[in-house]
RNA sequence: GGCGCUGUACCCAAGUGGCUUAAGGGGAAGGUCUGCAAAACCUUUAUUCGUCGGUUCGAAUCCGACCGGCGCCUCCA
Protein backbone atom coordinates (compact mmCIF):
# COMPACT_ATOMS: atom_id res chain seq x y z
CA UNK A 1 0.00 0.00 0.00
CA UNK A 2 1.21 3.64 -0.66
CA UNK A 3 1.11 6.66 1.30
CA UNK A 4 2.03 10.63 0.73
CA UNK A 5 4.68 11.52 2.90
CA UNK A 6 4.74 15.39 3.21
CA UNK A 7 8.74 15.04 3.74
CA UNK A 8 9.21 13.33 0.37
CA UNK A 9 6.36 14.84 -1.43
CA UNK A 10 5.38 11.39 -2.74
CA UNK A 11 3.70 8.85 -2.36
CA UNK A 12 5.45 6.31 -1.04
CA UNK A 13 5.23 2.30 -0.14
CA UNK A 14 4.51 1.90 3.26
CA UNK A 15 6.92 -0.23 5.10
CA UNK A 16 6.44 0.44 9.29
CA UNK A 17 10.00 -0.02 10.91
CA UNK A 18 8.58 -3.17 13.27
CA UNK A 19 5.71 -4.59 11.23
CA UNK A 20 3.01 -5.73 11.73
CA UNK A 21 3.25 -3.06 14.17
CA UNK A 22 2.88 0.41 13.78
CA UNK A 23 3.25 3.17 15.32
CA UNK A 24 1.57 6.38 14.81
CA UNK A 25 0.97 9.87 16.60
CA UNK A 26 -2.02 12.49 16.11
CA UNK A 27 -1.47 16.02 17.24
CA UNK A 28 -3.81 16.56 19.73
CA UNK A 29 -6.57 19.17 21.39
CA UNK A 30 -4.60 22.19 22.82
CA UNK A 31 -7.66 22.10 25.59
CA UNK A 32 -9.29 25.61 26.29
CA UNK A 33 -11.98 25.60 24.03
CA UNK A 34 -14.20 23.13 22.02
CA UNK A 35 -12.81 21.77 19.25
CA UNK A 36 -14.34 22.85 15.89
CA UNK A 37 -15.51 20.87 12.99
CA UNK A 38 -12.44 22.05 10.96
CA UNK A 39 -10.74 19.93 13.58
CA UNK A 40 -12.82 17.01 13.62
CA UNK A 41 -11.95 16.66 9.95
CA UNK A 42 -8.40 16.10 10.96
CA UNK A 43 -9.25 13.51 13.95
CA UNK A 44 -11.59 11.83 11.61
CA UNK A 45 -9.18 11.20 8.78
CA UNK A 46 -6.59 10.32 11.38
CA UNK A 47 -9.57 7.81 12.54
CA UNK A 48 -9.76 6.17 9.05
CA UNK A 49 -6.32 6.09 8.43
CA UNK A 50 -5.76 4.35 11.45
CA UNK A 51 -8.83 1.76 11.00
CA UNK A 52 -7.89 0.85 7.69
CA UNK A 53 -3.94 -0.17 8.59
CA UNK A 54 -5.87 -2.72 11.20
CA UNK A 55 -7.90 -3.67 8.87
CA UNK A 56 -4.92 -4.62 6.74
CA UNK A 57 -3.58 -6.60 9.88
CA UNK A 58 -1.47 -4.44 11.66
CA UNK A 59 -1.35 -3.69 15.08
CA UNK A 60 -1.28 0.17 15.28
CA UNK A 61 -0.45 1.84 18.52
CA UNK A 62 -2.14 5.07 18.03
CA UNK A 63 -1.72 7.92 20.76
CA UNK A 64 -3.13 11.43 20.54
CA UNK A 65 -1.89 14.03 22.94
CA UNK A 66 -3.89 16.58 24.86
CA UNK A 67 -2.43 20.00 25.16
CA UNK A 68 -3.38 20.91 28.87
CA UNK A 69 -0.87 24.09 29.18
CA UNK A 70 -0.35 26.82 27.13
CA UNK A 71 -0.98 30.76 27.07
CA UNK A 72 -4.54 30.49 25.38
CA UNK A 73 -5.68 28.00 28.11
CA UNK A 74 -3.87 30.83 30.64
CA UNK A 75 -6.04 33.06 29.35
CA UNK A 76 -9.30 31.63 29.15
CA UNK A 77 -8.40 30.58 32.86
CA UNK A 78 -7.91 34.45 33.89
CA UNK A 79 -10.78 35.54 31.49
CA UNK A 80 -13.10 32.48 33.82
CA UNK A 81 -11.34 33.28 36.99
CA UNK A 82 -11.18 29.51 37.35
CA UNK A 83 -7.69 27.84 37.58
CA UNK A 84 -6.16 26.74 34.65
CA UNK A 85 -6.12 22.92 35.51
CA UNK A 86 -9.77 23.85 35.78
CA UNK A 87 -10.27 24.94 32.24
CA UNK A 88 -7.96 22.26 30.91
CA UNK A 89 -9.77 19.46 32.61
CA UNK A 90 -13.13 20.74 31.30
CA UNK A 91 -12.28 20.86 27.35
CA UNK A 92 -10.25 17.54 27.88
CA UNK A 93 -13.11 15.70 28.77
CA UNK A 94 -15.46 17.39 26.48
CA UNK A 95 -12.86 16.66 23.77
CA UNK A 96 -13.40 13.08 24.82
CA UNK A 97 -16.91 13.36 24.95
CA UNK A 98 -16.90 15.06 21.09
CA UNK A 99 -14.38 12.35 20.11
CA UNK A 100 -16.74 9.82 21.40
CA UNK A 101 -19.81 11.14 19.35
CA UNK A 102 -17.44 11.04 15.83
CA UNK A 103 -17.18 7.55 16.89
CA UNK A 104 -13.40 7.79 16.97
CA UNK A 105 -12.13 4.30 17.79
CA UNK A 106 -10.00 5.29 21.30
CA UNK A 107 -6.00 5.94 21.11
CA UNK A 108 -4.32 3.43 22.98
CA UNK A 109 -3.49 6.46 24.94
CA UNK A 110 -3.56 10.13 25.60
CA UNK A 111 -0.57 11.51 27.01
CA UNK A 112 -1.14 15.12 29.08
CA UNK A 113 1.74 17.51 28.67
CA UNK A 114 1.46 18.41 32.65
CA UNK A 115 2.22 14.73 33.37
CA UNK A 116 5.35 15.11 31.34
CA UNK A 117 7.63 17.49 32.25
CA UNK A 118 10.42 15.26 33.89
CA UNK A 119 10.89 13.79 30.13
CA UNK A 120 10.53 17.02 28.51
CA UNK A 121 13.21 18.68 30.85
CA UNK A 122 14.90 15.54 30.01
CA UNK A 123 14.93 16.04 26.74
CA UNK A 124 15.88 20.29 26.93
CA UNK A 125 18.71 19.29 28.89
CA UNK A 126 19.93 17.01 26.32
CA UNK A 127 19.93 19.75 23.99
CA UNK A 128 21.33 22.00 26.10
CA UNK A 129 24.44 19.45 26.77
CA UNK A 130 24.52 19.14 22.82
CA UNK A 131 25.01 22.69 22.20
CA UNK A 132 21.12 23.20 20.45
CA UNK A 133 19.99 25.38 23.10
CA UNK A 134 20.87 27.99 25.53
CA UNK A 135 19.59 29.68 28.45
CA UNK A 136 18.54 33.48 28.64
CA UNK A 137 17.59 34.28 32.03
CA UNK A 138 15.93 31.53 32.76
CA UNK A 139 13.92 30.97 28.56
CA UNK A 140 15.57 28.44 26.91
CA UNK A 141 16.03 28.76 23.35
CA UNK A 142 16.21 26.41 20.38
CA UNK A 143 19.37 27.34 18.07
CA UNK A 144 18.29 26.62 14.86
CA UNK A 145 21.24 27.50 13.36
CA UNK A 146 22.48 24.47 15.08
CA UNK A 147 20.69 22.48 13.05
CA UNK A 148 21.42 22.38 9.69
CA UNK A 149 18.50 20.30 8.48
CA UNK A 150 16.13 23.12 9.92
CA UNK A 151 14.03 23.58 7.22
CA UNK A 152 13.93 20.35 5.49
CA UNK A 153 10.58 19.85 5.81
CA UNK A 154 8.26 22.29 5.03
CA UNK A 155 10.33 22.83 2.01
CA UNK A 156 11.97 25.77 3.55
CA UNK A 157 15.67 27.66 3.97
CA UNK A 158 16.25 30.11 7.02
CA UNK A 159 17.52 32.78 4.89
CA UNK A 160 14.08 33.00 3.07
CA UNK A 161 12.70 33.00 6.52
CA UNK A 162 14.56 35.10 7.90
CA UNK A 163 13.81 38.04 5.46
CA UNK A 164 9.86 37.40 5.52
CA UNK A 165 9.77 37.38 9.07
CA UNK A 166 7.01 38.81 10.39
CA UNK A 167 7.57 40.52 13.78
CA UNK A 168 7.98 38.47 17.11
CA UNK A 169 10.72 40.70 18.41
CA UNK A 170 12.54 38.83 21.13
CA UNK A 171 15.12 40.30 22.08
CA UNK A 172 16.56 37.76 24.01
CA UNK A 173 16.47 35.16 20.70
CA UNK A 174 19.79 34.62 18.57
CA UNK A 175 17.42 34.43 15.81
CA UNK A 176 14.10 35.20 15.60
CA UNK A 177 13.49 31.40 14.07
CA UNK A 178 14.68 29.99 17.89
CA UNK A 179 12.01 28.97 19.17
CA UNK A 180 11.33 28.31 23.33
CA UNK A 181 11.94 24.98 24.92
CA UNK A 182 11.77 26.31 28.10
CA UNK A 183 9.54 29.22 29.57
CA UNK A 184 10.21 31.56 32.46
CA UNK A 185 6.70 31.50 34.61
CA UNK A 186 5.50 34.69 35.51
CA UNK A 187 3.22 35.63 38.38
CA UNK A 188 0.51 33.58 39.01
CA UNK A 189 1.00 30.94 35.92
CA UNK A 190 1.47 27.33 36.51
CA UNK A 191 5.39 26.28 36.55
CA UNK A 192 7.54 23.88 37.15
CA UNK A 193 10.93 23.80 38.65
CA UNK A 194 13.69 23.03 36.31
CA UNK A 195 17.56 23.44 36.16
CA UNK A 196 16.68 26.86 34.64
CA UNK A 197 14.21 27.91 37.75
CA UNK A 198 10.44 27.44 37.63
CA UNK A 199 8.96 27.83 34.14
CA UNK A 200 6.80 25.68 31.59
CA UNK A 201 7.54 23.68 28.71
CA UNK A 202 7.22 25.22 25.34
CA UNK A 203 4.40 23.87 22.72
CA UNK A 204 6.66 21.66 20.19
CA UNK A 205 8.84 20.16 23.23
CA UNK A 206 5.85 17.95 24.51
CA UNK A 207 5.27 16.00 21.12
CA UNK A 208 8.90 15.16 20.68
CA UNK A 209 9.10 13.98 24.65
CA UNK A 210 6.30 12.02 24.55
CA UNK A 211 6.00 10.41 21.02
CA UNK A 212 9.53 9.09 22.48
CA UNK A 213 7.86 7.82 25.71
CA UNK A 214 4.85 6.28 24.35
CA UNK A 215 5.82 5.17 21.25
CA UNK A 216 9.96 5.15 20.78
CA UNK A 217 12.51 7.56 19.35
CA UNK A 218 11.32 6.49 15.72
CA UNK A 219 7.71 6.38 14.69
CA UNK A 220 5.86 5.31 11.70
CA UNK A 221 3.04 7.62 11.37
CA UNK A 222 3.07 11.13 12.39
CA UNK A 223 -0.11 13.18 11.23
CA UNK A 224 -1.82 16.58 11.97
CA UNK A 225 -3.22 19.56 10.21
CA UNK A 226 -1.50 21.21 7.39
CA UNK A 227 -1.04 24.21 9.64
CA UNK A 228 1.26 22.58 11.78
CA UNK A 229 3.86 21.47 9.17
CA UNK A 230 5.85 24.68 10.17
CA UNK A 231 6.54 25.78 12.22
CA UNK A 232 5.62 23.01 14.56
CA UNK A 233 6.53 19.61 13.04
CA UNK A 234 9.67 20.88 11.78
CA UNK A 235 10.72 22.37 15.19
CA UNK A 236 9.54 18.72 16.07
CA UNK A 237 12.20 17.01 13.92
CA UNK A 238 14.95 19.66 14.70
CA UNK A 239 14.67 18.71 18.49
CA UNK A 240 14.05 14.74 18.36
CA UNK A 241 16.43 14.23 16.44
CA UNK A 242 19.12 16.48 17.58
CA UNK A 243 18.52 14.68 20.67
CA UNK A 244 18.12 11.18 19.86
CA UNK A 245 20.33 11.43 16.64
CA UNK A 246 17.96 9.39 14.53
CA UNK A 247 15.33 9.46 12.11
CA UNK A 248 11.97 10.87 14.08
CA UNK A 249 9.63 9.95 11.76
CA UNK A 250 8.91 7.65 8.82
CA UNK A 251 5.87 9.20 7.66
CA UNK A 252 4.03 12.63 7.88
CA UNK A 253 0.96 12.94 7.04
CA UNK A 254 -1.16 16.51 6.98
CA UNK A 255 -5.00 16.84 6.31
CA UNK A 256 -6.73 19.95 4.66
CA UNK A 257 -8.14 22.53 6.06
CA UNK A 258 -12.25 22.59 6.17
CA UNK A 259 -12.86 26.12 4.74
CA UNK A 260 -16.17 28.39 5.17
CA UNK A 261 -16.61 30.25 1.97
CA UNK A 262 -12.96 29.06 0.79
CA UNK A 263 -11.80 30.56 4.11
CA UNK A 264 -9.60 28.71 6.46
CA UNK A 265 -11.75 27.80 9.16
CA UNK A 266 -9.78 29.13 11.96
CA UNK A 267 -10.36 29.98 16.15
CA UNK A 268 -8.36 33.35 15.60
CA UNK A 269 -10.48 34.67 12.71
CA UNK A 270 -13.57 33.36 14.47
CA UNK A 271 -15.22 31.69 11.22
CA UNK A 272 -16.10 28.42 12.81
CA UNK A 273 -18.60 25.92 14.21
CA UNK A 274 -17.65 23.73 17.15
CA UNK A 275 -18.00 19.69 16.03
CA UNK A 276 -20.53 19.71 19.50
CA UNK A 277 -22.94 22.19 17.18
CA UNK A 278 -22.92 20.20 14.53
CA UNK A 279 -23.18 16.87 15.91
CA UNK A 280 -26.32 18.03 17.76
CA UNK A 281 -27.54 18.96 13.73
CA UNK A 282 -26.47 15.68 11.47
CA UNK A 283 -25.41 12.10 12.78
CA UNK A 284 -22.02 11.66 12.99
CA UNK A 285 -21.84 9.21 10.16
CA UNK A 286 -23.15 12.03 7.68
CA UNK A 287 -20.64 13.67 8.83
CA UNK A 288 -17.70 11.25 8.48
CA UNK A 289 -19.25 10.57 5.17
CA UNK A 290 -19.11 14.41 4.24
CA UNK A 291 -15.38 14.10 5.47
CA UNK A 292 -14.63 10.73 3.43
CA UNK A 293 -16.22 11.74 0.38
CA UNK A 294 -12.71 13.96 -0.43
CA UNK A 295 -9.44 12.98 -0.27
CA UNK A 296 -8.01 14.43 3.10
CA UNK A 297 -4.87 16.38 1.60
CA UNK A 298 -7.04 19.18 0.15
CA UNK A 299 -9.26 21.74 1.15
CA UNK A 300 -12.69 21.03 1.71
CA UNK A 301 -15.51 23.42 1.50
CA UNK A 302 -17.94 23.57 5.14
CA UNK A 303 -21.80 24.09 4.72
CA UNK A 304 -25.55 23.00 5.36
CA UNK A 305 -26.05 22.34 2.20
CA UNK A 306 -23.22 19.83 1.65
CA UNK A 307 -23.81 18.73 4.69
CA UNK A 308 -27.21 18.12 4.09
CA UNK A 309 -26.37 15.89 1.12
CA UNK A 310 -23.54 14.11 2.32
CA UNK A 311 -26.33 13.38 5.15
CA UNK A 312 -28.97 11.87 2.29
CA UNK A 313 -26.29 9.85 0.88
CA UNK A 314 -25.71 8.55 4.58
CA UNK A 315 -29.44 7.66 4.67
CA UNK A 316 -29.23 5.87 1.57
CA UNK A 317 -26.89 3.23 3.37
CA UNK A 318 -28.95 3.07 6.07
CA UNK A 319 -32.29 2.16 4.44
CA UNK A 320 -29.99 -0.77 2.84
CA UNK A 321 -28.64 -1.93 6.09
CA UNK A 322 -32.07 -1.57 7.74
CA UNK A 323 -33.32 -3.85 5.44
CA UNK A 324 -30.76 -6.44 5.38
CA UNK A 325 -31.13 -6.35 9.37
CA UNK A 326 -34.91 -6.95 9.23
CA UNK A 327 -34.26 -9.57 6.67
CA UNK A 328 -31.49 -11.48 8.86
CA UNK A 329 -34.46 -10.90 11.90
CA UNK A 330 -36.56 -13.01 9.54
CA UNK A 331 -34.45 -15.89 9.20
CA UNK A 332 -36.02 -17.25 6.36
CA UNK A 333 -34.78 -20.35 4.57
CA UNK A 334 -34.96 -20.85 0.67
CA UNK A 335 -33.26 -22.22 -2.18
CA UNK A 336 -33.09 -18.84 -2.95
CA UNK A 337 -29.54 -17.42 -2.80
CA UNK A 338 -28.56 -14.92 -5.71
CA UNK A 339 -25.36 -15.12 -7.76
CA UNK A 340 -23.42 -11.84 -6.25
CA UNK A 341 -19.67 -11.29 -6.21
CA UNK A 342 -18.99 -9.67 -2.84
CA UNK A 343 -15.34 -10.43 -3.21
CA UNK A 344 -15.12 -8.13 -5.93
CA UNK A 345 -16.70 -5.07 -3.62
CA UNK A 346 -13.61 -6.27 -1.35
CA UNK A 347 -11.07 -6.60 -3.56
CA UNK A 348 -12.11 -2.92 -4.82
CA UNK A 349 -12.08 -1.25 -1.94
CA UNK A 350 -8.53 -2.57 -0.79
CA UNK A 351 -7.62 -1.47 -3.88
CA UNK A 352 -8.48 2.03 -3.46
CA UNK A 353 -7.72 2.47 -0.06
CA UNK A 354 -4.40 1.09 -0.56
CA UNK A 355 -3.79 4.08 -2.88
CA UNK A 356 -3.05 6.98 -0.09
CA UNK A 357 -6.60 6.11 1.40
CA UNK A 358 -8.78 7.09 -1.21
CA UNK A 359 -11.61 7.32 1.13
CA UNK A 360 -13.81 9.16 -1.68
CA UNK A 361 -13.28 5.95 -4.37
CA UNK A 362 -13.63 3.76 -1.37
CA UNK A 363 -17.10 5.69 -0.58
CA UNK A 364 -18.21 5.02 -4.36
CA UNK A 365 -17.05 1.72 -4.03
CA UNK A 366 -20.02 1.51 -0.83
CA UNK A 367 -21.95 2.73 -3.21
CA UNK A 368 -21.75 0.87 -5.74
CA UNK A 369 -22.28 -2.39 -3.31
CA UNK A 370 -25.64 -0.52 -2.55
CA UNK A 371 -27.08 -0.27 -5.80
CA UNK A 372 -25.69 -3.87 -6.75
CA UNK A 373 -27.64 -5.76 -3.79
CA UNK A 374 -30.81 -3.03 -3.77
CA UNK A 375 -31.10 -4.09 -7.50
CA UNK A 376 -30.86 -8.06 -6.56
CA UNK A 377 -33.55 -7.39 -3.25
CA UNK A 378 -35.39 -5.64 -5.94
CA UNK A 379 -35.21 -8.66 -8.58
CA UNK A 380 -35.81 -11.23 -6.37
CA UNK A 381 -38.52 -12.93 -3.47
CA UNK A 382 -37.49 -14.56 -0.38
CA UNK A 383 -34.06 -14.57 -0.72
CA UNK A 384 -32.06 -17.00 2.21
CA UNK A 385 -31.12 -15.13 4.98
CA UNK A 386 -27.65 -16.16 4.36
CA UNK A 387 -27.60 -13.90 1.59
CA UNK A 388 -28.17 -10.74 4.00
CA UNK A 389 -25.84 -12.17 6.40
CA UNK A 390 -22.96 -11.71 3.74
CA UNK A 391 -23.66 -8.17 3.06
CA UNK A 392 -23.83 -7.47 6.52
CA UNK A 393 -20.64 -8.51 6.69
CA UNK A 394 -19.41 -6.69 3.97
CA UNK A 395 -20.93 -3.48 5.71
CA UNK A 396 -19.58 -3.86 8.80
CA UNK A 397 -15.55 -4.31 7.89
CA UNK A 398 -15.68 -1.80 5.48
CA UNK A 399 -18.46 1.18 5.92
CA UNK A 400 -18.32 0.43 9.69
CA UNK A 401 -15.28 -0.73 10.84
CA UNK A 402 -13.15 1.18 8.66
CA UNK A 403 -14.46 4.33 7.61
CA UNK A 404 -17.52 4.80 10.18
CA UNK A 405 -20.53 5.73 7.54
CA UNK A 406 -22.53 3.39 8.88
CA UNK A 407 -23.32 1.73 12.27
CA UNK A 408 -25.04 -1.56 12.43
CA UNK A 409 -25.29 -2.19 15.82
CA UNK A 410 -28.92 -0.86 17.40
CA UNK A 411 -30.23 -0.01 14.43
CA UNK A 412 -34.12 0.01 15.07
CA UNK A 413 -32.75 2.79 17.16
CA UNK A 414 -34.61 4.91 19.60
CA UNK A 415 -34.45 8.49 18.47
CA UNK A 416 -37.37 8.94 19.77
CA UNK A 417 -38.92 8.03 22.96
CA UNK A 418 -41.96 9.55 22.90
CA UNK A 419 -43.63 6.59 21.33
CA UNK A 420 -42.61 3.09 21.85
CA UNK A 421 -42.76 0.29 19.11
CA UNK A 422 -45.75 -1.73 20.33
CA UNK A 423 -47.72 1.66 19.96
CA UNK A 424 -46.49 1.79 16.34
CA UNK A 425 -47.25 -1.57 15.27
CA UNK A 426 -50.55 -1.15 16.90
CA UNK A 427 -51.20 1.75 14.78
CA UNK A 428 -49.65 0.04 11.21
CA UNK A 429 -52.61 -2.87 12.29
CA UNK A 430 -55.06 -0.42 12.69
CA UNK A 431 -53.77 1.13 9.11
CA UNK A 432 -53.72 -2.02 7.51
CA UNK A 433 -57.53 -2.33 8.38
CA UNK A 434 -57.99 0.45 7.16
CA UNK A 435 -55.99 -0.13 4.14
CA UNK A 436 -58.38 -3.31 3.38
CA UNK A 437 -61.30 -1.35 4.02
CA UNK A 438 -60.22 0.94 1.13
CA UNK A 439 -60.45 3.56 4.19
CA UNK A 440 -57.48 5.31 2.78
CA UNK A 441 -58.27 8.44 4.12
CA UNK A 442 -57.92 7.19 7.63
CA UNK A 443 -54.82 5.03 6.46
CA UNK A 444 -53.23 8.33 5.58
CA UNK A 445 -54.09 9.79 8.85
CA UNK A 446 -52.39 7.13 10.77
CA UNK A 447 -49.40 7.52 8.49
CA UNK A 448 -49.07 11.39 8.34
CA UNK A 449 -49.83 11.24 12.73
CA UNK A 450 -46.69 9.18 12.49
CA UNK A 451 -44.69 11.16 10.30
CA UNK A 452 -45.15 13.80 12.69
CA UNK A 453 -43.77 11.78 15.50
CA UNK A 454 -40.73 11.38 13.22
CA UNK A 455 -41.93 7.43 12.31
CA UNK A 456 -41.53 7.08 8.44
CA UNK A 457 -43.74 3.83 7.11
CA UNK A 458 -43.15 2.10 4.06
CA UNK A 459 -45.50 -0.52 2.38
CA UNK A 460 -43.15 -3.12 1.17
CA UNK A 461 -44.37 -6.89 -0.23
CA UNK A 462 -43.88 -8.67 2.71
CA UNK A 463 -45.99 -6.03 4.95
CA UNK A 464 -45.53 -2.78 6.39
CA UNK A 465 -42.35 -1.24 7.66
CA UNK A 466 -41.18 1.27 9.73
CA UNK A 467 -37.78 3.73 10.30
CA UNK A 468 -38.19 6.39 13.02
CA UNK A 469 -36.18 9.44 11.71
CA UNK A 470 -33.87 11.50 13.82
CA UNK A 471 -35.82 14.90 13.91
CA UNK A 472 -32.80 16.89 14.90
C1' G B 1 9.28 37.98 -1.33
C1' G B 2 9.90 32.37 -0.17
C1' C B 3 7.41 27.56 0.14
C1' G B 4 3.03 24.75 -0.93
C1' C B 5 -2.06 23.56 -2.42
C1' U B 6 -5.95 24.28 -5.94
C1' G B 7 -9.40 25.39 -10.67
C1' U B 8 -13.39 18.69 -13.61
C1' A B 9 -21.34 18.70 -14.93
C1' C B 10 -26.53 22.67 -11.56
C1' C B 11 -23.65 21.65 -6.42
C1' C B 12 -19.83 18.48 -3.96
C1' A B 13 -16.07 15.39 -5.91
C1' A B 14 -12.62 10.97 -7.88
C1' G B 15 -9.45 10.23 -11.70
C1' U B 16 -2.77 12.53 -12.98
C1' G B 17 -0.46 9.47 -20.31
C1' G B 18 -4.36 4.48 -23.62
C1' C B 19 -8.58 0.04 -18.86
C1' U B 20 -12.12 6.57 -18.45
C1' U B 21 -15.18 9.45 -25.83
C1' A B 22 -14.38 11.22 -17.21
C1' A B 23 -16.17 7.21 -10.84
C1' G B 24 -19.37 8.21 -6.70
C1' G B 25 -22.87 11.40 -3.75
C1' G B 26 -26.58 15.37 -3.94
C1' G B 27 -30.05 17.96 -7.18
C1' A B 28 -33.27 18.05 -11.55
C1' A B 29 -36.37 15.51 -15.49
C1' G B 30 -38.89 11.05 -17.22
C1' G B 31 -40.27 5.89 -16.20
C1' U B 32 -41.25 1.01 -13.22
C1' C B 33 -43.56 -0.45 -8.53
C1' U B 34 -47.67 1.63 -5.21
C1' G B 35 -54.70 3.14 -3.53
C1' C B 36 -51.42 7.34 -2.81
C1' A B 37 -46.71 7.73 -0.68
C1' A B 38 -41.91 6.16 0.98
C1' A B 39 -37.93 3.12 -0.23
C1' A B 40 -35.76 0.80 -4.36
C1' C B 41 -34.64 0.11 -9.48
C1' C B 42 -34.15 1.95 -14.78
C1' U B 43 -33.17 6.15 -18.22
C1' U B 44 -31.48 11.22 -19.07
C1' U B 45 -28.34 15.35 -17.11
C1' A B 46 -19.54 17.13 -19.04
C1' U B 47 -17.64 14.70 -26.97
C1' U B 48 -15.52 17.63 -22.03
C1' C B 49 -11.73 18.62 -17.64
C1' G B 50 -9.66 27.59 -15.92
C1' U B 51 -7.43 29.93 -20.81
C1' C B 52 -3.93 29.73 -24.81
C1' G B 53 0.02 27.20 -26.97
C1' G B 54 3.41 22.79 -27.19
C1' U B 55 5.18 17.41 -26.62
C1' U B 56 2.97 12.57 -28.08
C1' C B 57 0.32 7.58 -32.44
C1' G B 58 -2.64 9.12 -28.01
C1' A B 59 -3.46 14.26 -22.60
C1' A B 60 -8.21 16.16 -17.88
C1' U B 61 -3.50 13.68 -16.99
C1' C B 62 3.37 15.74 -19.32
C1' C B 63 5.81 20.86 -20.62
C1' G B 64 5.37 26.39 -21.08
C1' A B 65 2.82 30.95 -20.57
C1' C B 66 -1.32 33.38 -18.74
C1' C B 67 -5.85 34.10 -15.61
C1' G B 68 -8.45 32.86 -10.95
C1' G B 69 -9.01 30.79 -5.57
C1' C B 70 -6.56 29.27 -1.02
C1' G B 71 -2.88 28.22 2.75
C1' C B 72 1.86 28.44 5.55
C1' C B 73 6.06 31.70 6.72
C1' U B 74 2.77 34.48 14.14
C1' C B 75 -1.16 30.62 18.16
C1' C B 76 -4.19 27.44 14.95
C1' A B 77 -6.13 20.50 12.71
Redesign the pocket.
Known sequence: MKIYNTFT?TKEEFQPLNPPNVTMYM?G??VYNY?HI??A??FVMADIVRRYLEYKGFHVKFIMNITDVDD?IINKAFEEKKSTIDVADFYAEAFFEDVKKLRMKEANFYPKATLHISEMIGVIKRLEEKGFAYNVNGNVFYDVSKFSDYGKL????TN??E??????VNEEKKNPLD?TLWKKAKDGEPSWDSPWGKGRPG?HIECSAMSTKHLGKSIDIHA?????????HENEIAQSEACFEQKFVKYWMH?????IQ???????LGNFFTAREVLDKYPAEAIRLFFA???YG????FSD??L???Q??YE?IL?LAEKIEREIKLNSRSAVIPEFDVKKYYSDFEKVMDDDF?S??A??VI??F??AT??I??ENDNIDSNFYHGLKQFLKKTAENVLGIIHLDGLSNELNPNIDNEQIELLIKKRDMA?KEKD?IL??QIRTELINLGI?????KTGTTFKKINVK
Open positions: KCPTFGNRSNSGKNDLSGARVDFWGGNDLIFPHFGFLNNEKMSKSQTNGPLNELNSAKGKNNPQVAFDIRNKIAKFADILQDN
